[in-house]
């Protein structure tokens, strides 16, 4: 699969930088020792940050930066990263849904990018284009029905959005019985490190916890 960044999104993040991560994977519906790395990291960032200070992240305060630039409020669209940390701030438990998307956010609370996972499957074409949501483009987000993503970063194949930062879509989501497996990781932050860094450590979730195999990632700006 081919991932490329529009014109249009260039020209408001000329420096973004992503990682497209694929894998064969075997899924399960719970692991207990994901949720103790999972549980651990909650309890750090609840001595450490605060709903403020956490804008402050880099990965987090650049997500927030280009949503203004494509006209959406990141109060009430919240990048995923922020989200995930906010939840877990205010003393709430992170949804359980799978050994996978548990996986995918907790990479996305410890590094603060805004990450998304697709069955690679239900893709259509062989390409994604990363561009900016418009006014009554249809998106089904996943358990939210139809959202409005005009002004948002958006992924699309040839039929239409598949992932947004705020919400994947409902026709390319995984599952347990999700094999094929691609995950998009956002740097609006221009950090190619720390883009590399989260899909090592994305790679090394997945070798742990879904036996992966022929794990690797490319880097497209």
């Known amino acids: 699969m081919k991932v490329e960044v529009s014109a249009e999104m260039h020209s408001v993040c000329p420096v973004f930088v992503g990682a497209c991560i694929t894998a064969n994977i075997k899924n399960t519906e719970y692991s207990a020792e994901l949720w103790r790395e999972i ?11 605060t709903t403020e200070s956490l804008k402050q992240m880099e990965s987090i305060q650049a997500t927030r930066r280009i949503y203004k630039l494509c006209g959406k409020d990141p109060s009430r669209y919240r990048p995923s990263g922020e989200a995930l940390v906010r939840r877990v701030l205010q003393g709430k438990q992170l949804y359980q849904i799978d050994t996978l ?6 990479a996305s609370m410890k590094y603060g990018y805004s990450i998304g996972a697709f069955d690679a499957d239900h893709f259509s074409g062989n390409t994604l284009t990363l561009g900016i949501g418009r006014e009554g483009e249809p998106y089904e987000g996943i358990g939210r029905g139809m959202i409005n993503i005009a002004g948002l970063p958006v992924y699309r194949d040839e039929i239409g959005g598949v992932g947004t930062p705020t919400s994947d879509n409902e026709r390319t989501k995984v599952s347990v019985g999700t094999t ?14 720390g883009v590399r860094d989260t899909a090592e450590y994305i790679i090394e979730l997945l070798d742990k ?8 990632y490319t880097l497209y700006k």
Do not use: H, P
Request: aromatic share 8%; proline share 0%; with cysteine.
């Open 101 to 106: 998307v548990d996986l995918i956010n907790l």
């Open 39 to 49: 549980d651990a990291l909650s309890e750090e960032y609840r001595a450490t940050l």
């Open 209 to 216: 916890y879904c036996e992966a195999t022929d794990g690797s």
């Open 180 to 193: 094929n497996l691609l995950v998009l990781v956002n740097g609006y932050d221009g950090n190619e490190q």
